[in-house]
C-alpha cells in the first residue's frame, strides 16, 4: 500500500512538472530583445526615498491636454510616480488592442511585424516597441438576450437585452473606449447615449457615479498586463445597467506592479480622461479584491479625494507588511519538514498551526501538499504522505520565491536571454526607485527577523515545550542576501530563473532552502538572523506604500470566509486593517466589516449602501465619513445563503481588540499570522522591533508561567541581540510620519532625464 503511494506521489510530482515545462516551451509570439542602454539594470547605493509622505505633498499639474482624442496616444511619460522601468512586457494583441506601435529601430523591447493584405502578421518587422503603447479608440459592446455575456455591437442580430433607465426603455449597449495612459491600457465604460459619437459621448444615462475597477495578484513589475473588455463588463454588469460608468488600467492590477504611486498616478489620469469626456462625478467607488482592496487603501490614504468610498474586497492593509509573515512560511516549513522531521508533533499540522499561527487543516491535501511530499522523496526522505496542509503551504507557497529572488524570472519564454541575465527579478527590484540600491546593485529590502521569538504564545501557553521553542528558534535563521541569491528549483509562476529543468527536478526544493542562511549543525551553533535595511523601511513609509490608518472615506471591508480552505485571503487581515485605523483615528466608524459564505455575495447590496452612504456625506459635508454613515449600516455576517447571522458594534470583538468574541467571530474563527504569535501587534505593520535584553523579557513576565530562568545561557545564545520589544512599536517608523502641518511641496519622483 505504501509503496502505491510513493508511486502515486512520484507520479504526481513529474506530472506537475512536466504540465508546467510544456507550458514553459510555449514560446510567446514576442519577446523583449534588449532593454534601453541609458537605463542601467542596477546602479549602486541609489538612496532611499527620504521626502515627506504622499499625504503631505501636493501634486504636479498635468499638463497633457484632455481628453485623448480618437486615433491620439495619450500620456505615457511619468508625471511623478518615478522613472521608466525596463524591461516591459507588451501585451497590447493579448487586449485585443492590435500590435504596439513602434517607437524605435534599435531592437528595444518587442518586435512589431508587418502584416500582409490579409490582416496576417508577417515575417518583417517594421521596428520595436519598448513602451507598448496603442493608439485610443472606441467600441460598442451589447449584452445578448439571455446571457450575463457581452459582445461586440456589430456582431448583434435582433438580440439585445433593453433595460430601463430613467423611465425610458433602451438597448443595453456600453460605450467603450481603450487606448494606453502612463503605458497601461485602460478602459472606459458606460451606457451608451442615443446623441454620442465616438468623439463625444452623450452621457444622459449616465448616473453620476463613477466607479474606479481595482484588481490584485501578486506581481514584480516588468509587464503590461492586458485588459478583458467583455470580462470587465459581466463583472460589473449590474452597476452599468443601472448607470454607473466603469473605468480600469491594468497599471491596478497588483499582477502587474505593486507600486502604489505609478497606481495612484494611473488613477489620476484615467480620472481626468473621463472628465473630460463626460464632466465631473458625483463620486468614485473603487472596488476590487486582494491587491484591488490595497490599492483601494493606499490611495484613500496618501491622496485623499482620489476616491470618495470603497469596497475592498478580500483585503489586506497592504503589500509590504504582508512580507514579514508570508517569508516566515517557508523557513517554518522547512524547519519543520526537514530540520525537525524527527520530532512527530510537528507532523501534526494543527501543531504547526501553534507557531504559524494560521489556519491548518488535517484531513486533506493541497496539490501544493503533494509537490512537497514529491520534493521529500528526492530528497531520499519519507514523506508524509499528504496528511494534511496548511494556508503557508495551500497559499502561500512559491510566493517568497517569486517576490524575494532576484534569479526568479517570472515568465522567463517573454525575454531574450540577454534580458534575463541584465535584469533582477524580484518586487524589491520594482521597488528600488523607492527602496534604494545597495552596493553590489541590488535593490535593498525590508525584511527583517532579529530578535523574533517565533512560536512564543505557544511556548508561553505550554503548548510547546522549551527545548521545541530553542530548536525551533535556533534553526529559523533567514534569507541570504540579494547578490548571494541562486536560481530557483521550484516551477511554479512560470520559470525557474536560470536552473535547467533537469537540475530543478533532480534538486526540486519547494522551500528554496538553497537561499536560507541556515544552521551548519542543526542549531548547536544558532542560524544567523536577517538584518532588513532600516533605510529601505523608513522609505517604505515615507513613500505610501504602508496603510497606517489615516483614512476618512466610506469604506465597506467584504469577503468570502475561506480561512477554512486555506485560501491566503485570511479574514484577520481586514481586523488589521480596523486597528491601524483604531490606533490612527481612535475611531474607526468609517469602516464596515462584511463576511459571508459563497454562493451568497453582497457586493450590489454594499454599492446601494455605499450610495447611501455617499448621498448622506453629500448633503453634511462637515462631517466624518463615520459621522454621516447611516444608523442602519453596521459590521455583519451572514450565512450561505445571505440570510444576516448578526450585525452591530460588537460582532467583530475578539482578541485583537481585548474583548470578549463577538457573534461573527465566533462564527467564522479569526486566525492570525507567524508574528502576532510571536508577540507582534495585531495591526501587523512591525518592520523592525525594538530590542531588549533576554534578561528584561524574562523581568516583564515575556513568558509568561514558563521558566526560562534556567535557560538563560542558550537564550543568548539564540538571541545574542537580545529579543523583540514589540511594545515600542517599529523601530524604523519615522516620527512625524503624517504631519500635515508642514508646508506642502509638490510630490515628483521622476529624475531630469526621464521627463
Known amino acids: 500500500m505504501v509503496l502505491l503511494v510513493l508511486i502515486a506521489i512520484s507520479a504526481a510530482g513529474v506530472y506537475t512538472y512536466l504540465s508546467w515545462k510544456v507550458d514553459a516551451d510555449r514560446t510567446a509570439d514576442l519577446k523583449v530583445q534588449r532593454i534601453p542602454e541609458l537605463v542601467p539594470s542596477a546602479r549602486k547605493n541609489q538612496p532611499a526615498y527620504q521626502g515627506a509622505h504622499p499625504a503631505t505633498l501636493e501634486r504636479p499639474d498635468d499638463p497633457y491636454p484632455y481628453p485623448i482624442l480618437i486615433g491620439n496616444i495619450g500620456p505615457y511619460m511619468p508625471l511623478y510616480s518615478g522613472p521608466l522601468r525596463y524591461p516591459f512586457y507588451c501585451r497590447t494583441e493579448e ?62 442580430n435582433n438580440d439585445i437585452e433593453q433595460i430601463d433607465i430613467n423611465g425610458e426603455r433602451v438597448p443595453f449597449v456600453i460605450r467603450v473606449e481603450t487606448g494606453s495612459i502612463n503605458r497601461f491600457p485602460y478602459v472606459l465604460a458606460a451606457l451608451r447615449g442615443p446623441d454620442g459619437t465616438e468623439q463625444r459621448p452623450d452621457g444622459r444615462y449616465w448616473n453620476q457615479r463613477l466607479i474606479y475597477q481595482f484588481r490584485g495578484g501578486v506581481g514584480i513589475g516588468k509587464v503590461q498586463g492586458r485588459i478583458s473588455v467583455p470580462g470587465l463588463l459581466k463583472r460589473r454588469a449590474e452597476q452599468l445597467r443601472s448607470g454607473y460608468a466603469v473605468a480600469y488600467s491594468s497599471a491596478n492590477q497588483t499582477s502587474n506592479h505593486y507600486d502604489i504611486l505609478l497606481a495612484e498616478e494611473t488613477v489620476a489620469r484615467v480620472r481626468a480622461q473621463f472628465r473630460a469626456l463626460y464632466g465631473k462625478e458625483l463620486y468614485t467607488v473603487g472596488i476590487g479584491g486582494s491587491g484591488g482592496a490595497i490599492q483601494q487603501y493606499l490611495l484613500a490614504q496618501n491622496r485623499p ?31 519543520f519538514d526537514v530540520i525537525a522531521s524527527d520530532n512527530p508533533k510537528w507532523r501534526d499540522w494543527q501543531a504547526r498551526r501553534l507557531v504559524e499561527g494560521m489556519s491548518a487543516v488535517s484531513d486533506w491535501a493541497t496539490s501544493k501538499a503533494l509537490l512537497y511530499d514529491f520534493g521529500m522523496l528526492l530528497r531520499s526522505r519519507k514523506p508524509h504522505i499528504f496528511s494534511g496542509s496548511n494556508e503557508c503551504v495551500a497559499a502561500w507557497r512559491g510566493l517568497t520565491q517569486l517576490v524575494n529572488n532576484p534569479r526568479y524570472v517570472y515568465h522567463a519564454d517573454r525575454y531574450a536571454p540577454r534580458v534575463l541575465q541584465d535584469a533582477h527579478w524580484s518586487y524589491w527590484d520594482d521597488m528600488k526607485h523607492l527602496l534604494g540600491t ?76 538553497h537561499n536560507m542562511v541556515l544552521s551548519p549543525d542543526k542549531g548547536h551553533t544558532p542560524a544567523k538572523r536577517q538584518q532588513g535595511d532600516i533605510t529601505a523601511m523608513q522609505a517604505a513609509y515615507l513613500s505610501g ?52 459564505r459563497r454562493p ?22 462637515t462631517q466624518t465619513a463615520g459621522e454621516s454613515r447611516p444608523v442602519d449600516l453596521q459590521d455583519r455576517c451572514y450565512d450561505d445563503q445571505g440570510v444576516m447571522i448578526a450585525q452591530g458594534k460588537a460582532v467583530w470583538d475578539g482578541e485583537w481588540n481585548g474583548k470578549s468574541t463577538g457573534v461573527c467571530a465566533e462564527r467564522y474563527p479569526l486566525y492570525m499570522e507567524s508574528r502576532m504569535v510571536a508577540g507582534a501587534p495585531f495591526s501587523g505593520e512591525v518592520f523592525k522591533c525594538h530590542l531588549q535584553s533576554v534578561e528584561q523579557a524574562m523581568s516583564v513576565g515575556l513568558y509568561g508561567s514558563v521558566n526560562m530562568k534556567p535557560y538563560l545561557s542558550r537564550l543568548k545564545q539564540v538571541f545574542p541581540e537580545g529579543v523583540c520589544d514589540f511594545s515600542r512599536g517599529d523601530m524604523a517608523r519615522p516620527i512625524g510620519l503624517m504631519d500635515r502641518s508642514q508646508t506642502r511641496p509638490v510630490l515628483n519622483l521622476v529624475p531630469p532625464d526621464d521627463r
Not at 309 to 314: E, R, V
Not at 458 to 487: C, V, Y
Not at 604 to 621: G, K, P, Q, T, Y
Open 305 to 335: 479625494g482620489l476616491i470618495d468610498a470603497a469596497i475592498p474586497l478580500y483585503s489586506y492593509p497592504d503589500m509590504i507588511t504582508q512580507i514579514q509573515y508570508v517569508f516566515d512560511c517557508e523557513l517554518l516549513e522547512f524547519y
Open 438 to 513: 545597495d552596493d553590489h546593485g541590488f535593490a535593498r529590502q525590508t525584511w527583517d527577523n532579529v530578535g523574533v521569538q517565533y512560536g512564543l504564545a505557544a511556548l508561553s501557553s505550554g503548548k510547546i515545550t522549551i527545548d521545541e521553542f530553542l530548536h525551533l528558534n535556533a534553526n529559523i535563521g533567514g534569507w541570504k542576501a540579494p547578490h548571494q541569491m541562486r536560481p530557483e528549483r521550484y516551477w511554479k509562476y512560470g520559470g525557474m530563473g536560470g536552473t535547467s529543468r533537469l537540475d530543478g527536478l533532480l534538486k526540486f526544493s519547494p522551500w528554496g532552502h
Open 95 to 156: 487586449s485585443g488592442l492590435g500590435q504596439p506601435l513602434v517607437d524605435n529601430q534599435e531592437g528595444i523591447g518587442v518586435p512589431v511585424y508587418a502584416k500582409d493584405n490579409a490582416g496576417r502578421k508577417t515575417s518583417q518587422i517594421l521596428g520595436y516597441s519598448k513602451d507598448c503603447l496603442v493608439t485610443t479608440r472606441v467600441k460598442y459592446f451589447y449584452q445578448r438576450i439571455g446571457t450575463d455575456q457581452f459582445f461586440p455591437l456589430y456582431t448583434a
Open 545 to 596: 506604500q504602508v496603510f497606517v490608518g489615516n483614512v476618512d472615506i466610506p469604506i465597506i471591508d467584504l469577503r468570502h470566509y475561506l480561512d477554512d480552505q486555506l485560501d491566503m485571503h485570511h479574514s484577520f487581515s481586514s481586523m488589521s486593517a480596523r486597528r491601524r485605523i483604531l490606533d490612527a483615528n481612535g475611531e474607526a466608524d468609517n469602516q464596515l466589516i462584511w463576511v459571508t
Open 600 to 621: 451568497h455575495n453582497p457586493v450590489n447590496e454594499a454599492f446601494e449602501a455605499i450610495d447611501d452612504w455617499m448621498l448622506s456625506r453629500l448633503a453634511n459635508v
